[in-house]
């Protein structure tokens, strides 16, 4: 077990000046110390390239990648990041969340300790003055479906995971789709699909993750299209035969349920 193995650590960024700064120094705050960080701009037209070069140049453990023309999404920059990653363990942030200074160091040991491939873990919310507004930890949710379901059927059920949460050993199986139909839930189908692959992924205890939602978020933005959009991924795995036509149609039937009970809530407020 190597004590210290190399992180890399991937962000995307797209018009991230707002946040950017914020977030790139809660990871080099990390009392981890053995990481690179993989910087892709998305085609940024704000001033995001230039903090990206202030950090560049004062840290060797951070490069960058500019893509020319924006892609539309995260997942094309994630994969780009990915391809250049050379750690034993890769690990996502957005260029708006920020890490707690032991994220790394908490999440090495127990990924180590319990031969997980992906761990991940709670989040405080934070709204876009960093002021604290909730909480995000399912892990009870997740262990009382699991336990009578199975973790393939659960992921399927719902999405426990924060992709800046998340810590997953770097392997050609971490792959997000760029499909237009899976922006905003591309990491949802990346869970499923490693979980049906026979992946281990754990919850580990804390929130170590400061997870903002603000009006220009992707979470905030797409609103009720995440939820639409969990019937197109219900259909990519049955036509893929990784669900069977019973099985679809319970999904189905849970997640129009899910739906629909997310659109009445909204509508009350």
């Known amino acids: 077990m190597n004590a210290q193995p190399l992180i890399s650590i991937v962000m995307p960024i797209f018009n991230g000046e707002k946040y950017l700064a914020g977030t790139l120094e809660s990871v ?73 200074e032991e994220k790394l160091s908490v999440q090495v040991d127990f990924i180590q300790l319990s031969k997980a491939d992906v761990v991940h873990c709670g989040a405080t919310v934070i709204n876009s003055t960093g002021q604290q507004v909730g909480k995000l930890n399912s892990s009870k949710k997740f262990k009382c479906i699991n336990f009578f379901l199975g973790q393939s059927n659960t992921l399927l059920i719902f999405n426990p995971i924060i992709l800046s949460s998340a810590l997953l050993k770097n392997t050609p199986e971490i792959l997000f789709r760029t499909e237009s139909q899976f922006h905003a839930i591309e990491d949802w189908l990346l869970w499923v699909e490693l979980s049906i692959k026979g992946k281990k992924i754990l919850m580990n205890a804390g ?28 259909s990519i795995l049955l036509l893929e ?23 009445i809530a909204r509508r009350a407020k």
């Open 28 to 100: 080099i705050s990390q009392t981890y110390f053995n990481w690179e960080m993989i910087l892709v701009d998305d085609g940024s037209t704000d001033t995001t390239p230039a903090i990206i070069d202030k950090y560049v140049s004062s840290d060797p453990r951070i490069r960058k990648i500019r893509l020319e023309l924006a892609s539309g999404g995260p997942a094309l920059p994630r994969n780009t990041g990915l391809s250049a990653a050379k750690g034993e363990y890769v690990a996502f942030i957005d260029a708006d969340d920020v890490w707690a």
């Open 241 to 263: 035969g990784r669900v069977s036509l019973g099985k679809h149609f319970l999904l189905y039937l849970i997640h129009l349920s899910r739906t629909l009970k997310a659109r």
């Open 207 to 234: 929130n170590l993750l400061s997870y903002r939602v603000h009006n220009h978020s992707i979470s905030s933005l797409n609103g009720e299209k995440q939820y639409l959009k969990g019937f197109c991924l219900y």
